[in-house]
Nanobody, 124 residues
Framework: QVQLVESGGGLAQAGGSLRLSCAASGLTFRRYGMGWFRQAPGKEREFVGGISWSGGGTDYADSVKGRFTISRDNAKNTVYLQMNSLKPEDTAVYYC?????????????????WGQGTQVTISS
């Protein structure tokens, strides 16, 4: 059974930092591209960032580029999202996702598995 478990969410102040983790089990992690998405109240889920199976390729939404960094540790079956210079508009539930045949990190329909999400709340 495949599981993706996010952690590291919580409350932070604007300008602060948080690091999210997503631990994967039940799959051959190194064969999957990974993505982070978020969904704010009343809004559609949106792409945040993605990383290739090797970690050699990444992509970011314009809204987070330069502030967020995605990385992975294939030995630990874990992908990370380092979030710096946080803004109130970053408040959302953050989800990680795994896809074995991604043609684009940005297309949520291409991912095979999803985590349950972790809440991030940024106060001004």
């Amino acid at each position: 059974q495949v599981q993706l478990v996010e952690s590291g969410g919580g409350l932070a102040q604007a300008g602060g930092s948080l690091r999210l983790s997503c631990a994967a089990s039940g799959l051959t992690f190194r064969r999957y591209g990974m993505g982070w998405f978020r969904q704010a109240p009343g809004k559609e889920r949106e792409f945040v960032g993605g990383i290739s199976w090797s970690g050699g390729g990444t992509d970011y939404a314009d809204s987070v580029k330069g502030r967020f960094t995605i990385s992975r540790d294939n030995a630990k079956n874990t992908v990370y999202l380092q979030m710096n210079s946080l803004k109130p508009e970053d408040t959302a539930v953050y989800y990680c996702a795994a896809g074995s045949r991604l043609t684009s990190f940005r297309q949520d329909g291409e991912y095979d598995y999803w985590g349950q999400g972790t809440q991030v709340t940024i106060s001004s």
